[in-house]
C-alpha cells in the first residue's frame, strides 16, 4: 500500500464527534416557552445531577405563573386585551425565556464539569433536565 491510500484510510475512518448540547427553540412563543419551561422544572425537581439549580426553580415558577397570568389577561384571538396587556405578556415571556437560557447554560456546565468528555453519559445528563440535545439516542 503506498502512502496515498493509507491517507485515504486514515481521512475515512476518522470521525468528527460532535458534543452534546443542549438545543433551545429559535422562535419561542409565550405557549411554547411556557411548555418547555414546565417540563423542565418537573423534571429538574429533585433531579440528583442537578441539587443546586441556578437559576433556583423557585424562581422559573414564579415567571411562569406571572407569564401564565400575563397570558390569561391578554385574552384569546376573539377577545384580545389592550396593548398594554400584549407588552406585559411578552415582557413576561422575554423574562422567562432567559431564565430558561441561564438554567440550560447552569445544565451543560454541570454535566461538562462532572463528566469531562464522556459524551454518551454528558447526553444522558442533559436529557435527564428536561432540555433537548443535538443528538439523537
Known amino acids: 500500500m503506498d502512502n496515498q491510500q493509507e491517507a485515504k484510510i486514515i481521512k475515512f475512518k ?8 443542549i438545543v433551545l427553540p429559535k422562535n419561542m412563543n409565550t405557549s411554547t416557552c411556557l411548555s418547555l419551561a414546565g ?13 443546586d439549580p441556578s437559576p433556583p426553580l ?3 415558577k414564579e415567571a411562569i405563573a406571572s407569564t401564565r397570568l400575563a397570558q390569561a389577561k ?6 384580545y386585551g389592550s396593548s398594554e ?3 406585559e405578556m411578552h415582557r413576561q415571556t422575554k423574562n422567562l ?7 440550560a447554560k447552569y445544565v451543560e456546565h ?6 469531562g468528555n464522556d ?7 442533559l436529557t435527564s433536565s428536561g432540555f433537548a440535545t443535538n443528538r439523537k439516542r
Request: net charge positive.
Open 97 to 103: 425565556t432567559l431564565l430558561i437560557k441561564a438554567l
Open 110 to 115: 454541570v454535566a461538562y464539569s462532572t463528566l
Open 58 to 60: 423557585d424562581h422559573i
Open 119 to 125: 459524551h454518551m453519559s454528558i447526553n444522558v445528563v
Open 74 to 79: 391578554r385574552g384569546t384571538l376573539r377577545n
Open 85 to 87: 396587556d400584549v407588552r
Open 39 to 51: 417540563g423542565v422544572v418537573y423534571r429538574m425537581t429533585n433531579n440528583s445531577y442537578f441539587p
Open 14 to 21: 476518522k470521525k468528527r464527534v460532535t458534543k452534546p448540547r
